[in-house]
């Protein structure tokens, strides 16, 4: 049986599944409560945008939605439950940059594959981050790399690892700067000792820095995004400063496990894409300046696919590891 498992979810990745995942669907598909876990605590913007989303996609699914918080271990025990799961639709996976690009360059045995064990659902949003220094910090990017020259500032990140952290450390490959990391538990943390004085800048997503940017209470040097952002558009992108490439974000989504029927993947993207263009959904993140892209399953494993490509071989050059 598990050897049928896992030849029926090596197909489902390569796309061989569709005509018969459809034919399997089940008529009268959603028959009973779906699970949507969480691999972070409550309250966190992984929890939030869940139950967010849910709140609009159970009505429209006509069946109810609980979200599961299963913190720990960077999400692996709970990427693990998820990948285990029946692959019939009923159990969804709150995903992003740690559990579907990181971990495998993270750590050298997870009980889990991401490039396998699960089937891309939808795409929740892009986090813009921002370098912020504060108020009597350097006026602009240009003046923090000159002083960093003869002075390397600290930085810090919400953790070891984490899209901030990860996006500095590219930053640092296409610019020459010098920087220390300093992680903190959770982003707040950072802001504070920032604003205490206590480290020269800080790597935040949009979500925990803009009302920080807005109110004045920092300087944003620059957002790592494509363009400027709606929200903040005086911040430039470190890409217009002449710094090609330098482009870095915090993502979510949606998957469930490898071997869910295609017409059930097709159903719940259709919802998803619809409750996420939903006013309360859409407004919420308009406010936190996150971006949205109404993908397809397909074009959200093309997205990660090249978010793969391009930091799992950064993560193992840098030599950083989670599990010893």
Not at 81 to 102: E, F, K, S
Not at 247 to 258: F, I, L, N, R, T
Request: proline share 9%.
């Amino acid at each position: 049986m598990i050897g049928r498992r896992q030849a029926a979810r090596g197909l489902a990745a390569a796309g061989l599944l569709g005509t018969a995942g459809a034919a399997r669907a089940q008529p009268g598909f959603p028959e009973r409560p779906f699970r949507w876990i969480v691999g972070y605590p409550p309250g966190g913007a992984s929890d939030v945008f869940a139950r967010l989303i849910a709140a609009q996609m159970g009505p429209r699914l006509g069946q109810n939605i609980v979200v599961e918080n299963r913190p720990g271990g960077g999400a692996v025990l709970a990427s693990e439950m998820a990948a285990r799961a029946p692959a019939d639709g009923y159990t969804w996976m709150h995903v992003d940059n740690g559990i579907l690009t990181y971990n495998p360059a993270l750590y050298s045995r997870l009980p889990y594959n991401p490039d396998t064990d699960f089937a891309g659902v939808g795409f929740i949003g892009r986090f813009p981050l921002y370098l912020v220094v504060r108020p009597d910090g350097p006026a602009d990017f240009a003046a923090y790399l000159a002083g960093a020259r003869s002075r390397p500032p600290t930085y810090g990140t919400p953790a070891v690892a984490s899209p901030h952290h990860l996006a500095m450390e590219l930053v640092k490959r296409r610019t020459g700067l010098s920087a220390t990391h300093v992680p903190f538990r959770g982003g707040p943390a950072a802001m504070q000792d920032l604003l205490a004085g206590s480290v020269d800048s800080v790597v935040i997503d949009t979500a925990s820095g803009l009302p920080f940017i807005r109110d004045g209470r920092v300087r944003a040097l620059c957002v790592l995004s494509e363009a400027r952002s709606p929200e903040a558009p005086a911040v430039p992108t470190l890409v217009e400063l002449g710094h090609a490439g330098t482009v870095a974000y915090g993502w979510q989504g949606m998957s469930v496990p490898a071997g869910t029927p295609a017409a059930v993947i097709e159903r719940l993207s259709r919802d998803m894409i619809a409750a996420i263009q939903s006013p309360e959904v859409t407004g919420r993140m308009r406010s936190l300046g996150i971006e949205y892209r109404p993908w397809s399953p397909a074009e959200f494993a093309a997205f990660v696919a090249a978010e793969n490509a391009l930091w799992r071989p950064l993560i193992r050059e840098l030599g950083i590891r989670l599990d010893g």
